[in-house]
């Protein structure tokens, strides 16, 4: 019998990535970028842990698609990308592209699939 589904517990943007600074590392509770992320081509990576319903993800309210990757967890409590049948689904890491968008500030909130139905959110302005 499988476990219920783990509500959304936080929502964290990992790293910014560019050409004219390549991987940005973004520290919790960091409010904006130390580089400035220019061109075209940034990606924003964000860690959601728990389950989700579909995020609203914008920057400077429009709209931004990604991609999702189901995160899971070992007994090692190392988080990994899932893979074989005997593995913890535990959060999922999203990868956005911002559309040649250069600046501005990112937004990303969702609702728990499960009690207590929670919505967490997080935001970085990318300079």
Not at 5 to 19: I, T
Not at 65 to 83: F, H, I, P, R, S
């Amino acid at each position: 019998m499988a476990a219920s589904a783990p509500p959304l517990s936080s929502a964290q943007v990992l790293k910014v990535q560019s050409a004219a600074c390549g991987i940005e590392n973004i520290s919790d509770g960091q409010e904006q970028t130390a580089c400035d992320h220019g061109g075209a081509n940034i990606k924003v990576y964000v860690l959601e842990m728990g389950y989700g319903r579909v995020p609203h993800v914008t920057l400077d309210g429009f709209g931004l698609d990604g991609m999702k990757t189901q995160v899971c967890a070992y007994g090692n409590g190392n988080l990994t990308e899932c893979t074989g049948a005997s593995t913890k689904i535990v959060g999922a890491l999203y990868i956005y592209d911002l559309g040649g968008k250069e600046q501005g500030t990112f937004t990303f909130s969702n609702t728990s699939i499960n009690a207590p139905g929670n919505t967490i959110s997080t935001q970085l302005y990318i300079k």
